[in-house]
């Protein structure tokens, strides 16, 4: 996945990465808040997580 912006995650959202080769590319900011959560193996490109 790639964002050219910022990844807000809302209280309660889930965000899951699936199978062996996720990838997160976000150049903005990776915003969460409350209990949001990100689940998953994946290569955080820019280590924004």
Known sequence: MTI???LNIE???TVE???NNSMANIFGSV???GNATVTG???DVKDKF
């Open 17 to 19: 990465f699936l199978g």
């Open 11 to 13: 209280d309660g959202a």
């Open 4 to 6: 050219y912006g910022d």
């Open 41 to 43: 193996t994946f290569l």
């Open 31 to 33: 915003n969460k808040s």
